[in-house]
């Protein structure tokens, strides 16, 4: 689970300029389609690694342990936590506000993060599942605060 997130770009931008597709534009024997399709697969690939919650959840099904866009946790003091962060939210009328939310929600995306990398560690899957769930929760309000605009609505959908 744990990556240097740096060398992995890095080995993503060296195979991206050996497959891209107009590298291959001369090509007329199919050259060109097949560069294509392999520069989509490891831009994929790319965008799964990258991000910890892909990737974890990229890892939990390899492993058979699939997280369900539908599942949730039955867990009352996550999901109160969550809704309180979402009401914070809400009410926010500063920038300052904003910020000190980005920071709690950033110190949980850690927490979630650090306990995935513990969890794939000791290859307990059903904990990595739930730290998984929780850090979909965390995503979700990191995304509202990043697109937070003073004086207009919140938007959260299944926050």
Do not use: C
């Amino acid at each position: 689970f744990d990556i240097d997130v740096r060398q992995l770009r890095n080995k993503f931008l060296r195979i991206q300029q050996q497959i891209h597709p107009d590298s291959f534009s001369h090509n007329t024997n199919g050259d060109q389609i097949y560069a294509q399709q392999q520069s989509s697969l490891a831009n994929k690939a790319y965008a799964t690694l990258k991000e910890p919650l892909s990737r974890a959840n990229y890892m939990l099904d390899l492993l058979g342990a699939s997280v369900h866009e539908t599942e949730s946790l039955d867990e009352p003091e996550l999901l109160m936590e969550v809704m309180e962060a979402r009401e914070l939210l809400e009410d926010a009328q500063t920038e300052d506000e904003i910020q000190d939310l980005k920071s709690q929600n950033d110190a949980r995306i850690k927490e979630a993060v650090d306990g995935l990398s513990k969890a794939f560690q000791s290859q307990d899957l059903e904990k990595a599942k739930t730290l998984a769930i929780e850090l979909q929760y965390w995503i979700r309000i990191q995304n509202v605060i990043r697109d937070w605009v003073a004086g207009h609505p919140i938007v959260a959908d299944h926050v």
